[in-house]
């Protein structure tokens, strides 16, 4: 088996969870997809910019940041192996869609490229596409509103546990700059909160 069909075969087997779709369905979406190796450090999609695609990851670890004259490079989300990530956008009747955050790969990635037209193919043309559709919007609504309670409700050093349970590996995979960006405090007092953690404990 290639490296391609045991994505494609992972792929698919993440979208029976949410839906059934027929063999000739499959096969239909399977020739409207690619796959996309990207490089650590390279900007998957650009704040302020249209994006058109919809990705799964295979392969890598993400984030999502944002970059302006008011926010300096923070982070606001990770996503990796197993999961999808799309832009998180704002409509403008002018100008359509654009990003609000940008998505840079903190590993290598391989993934799987889904146009937002094959993903509008699917929901308006198979059986169960608009549920397809559906389930993806909410997988990512519930994971911002997770996000939003856990930073009212939690400690940081909660959160930073959490992380770990949600991304294994992500202290060795991810800067702990990024880290501490994403629970909102510096690297500093990260490292000071895990050190009394650790003496408690």
């Known amino acids: 088996m290639t490296e391609s069909e045991i994505i494609f075969n992972e792929f698919f087997d993440f979208i029976d969870k949410l839906v059934p779709f027929s063999s000739d369905e499959k096969d239909t979406f399977r020739r409207k997809i690619s796959i996309k190796k990207y490089k650590k450090g390279e900007i998957i999609i650009q704040q302020g910019l249209k994006s058109n695609y919809l990705f799964y990851i295979h392969k890598g670890i993400i984030r999502y940041f944002l970059d302006n004259e008011t926010i300096k490079n923070k982070t606001y989300n990770f996503r990796c192996e197993g999961k999808t990530l799309t832009a998180y956008s704002t409509y403008n009747y002018y100008?359509?869609?654009k990003s609000k955050l940008s998505v840079e790969c903190l590993e290598e990635c391989t993934l799987v490229t889904i146009?937002?037209?094959?993903?509008?193919?699917?929901?308006?043309n198979f059986d169960y596409g608009d549920r397809l559709g559906r389930y993806l919007a909410e997988i990512h609504v519930l994971e911002l509103v997770d996000i939003i309670l856990d930073r009212d409700c939690k400690s940081i050093m909660e959160r930073y546990e959490?992380?770990?349970?949600?991304?294994p590996n992500i202290n060795q995979r991810v800067s702990q700059h990024y880290i501490a960006s994403y629970l909102g405090t510096t690297p500093v007092h990260l490292s000071r909160l895990k050190k009394n953690r650790k003496i408690s404990s």
């Open 162 to 167: 959490d992380l770990d349970k949600k991304f």
């Open 95 to 97: 100008d359509g869609f």
């Open 115 to 124: 146009p937002v037209d094959t993903l509008q193919y699917v929901v308006e």
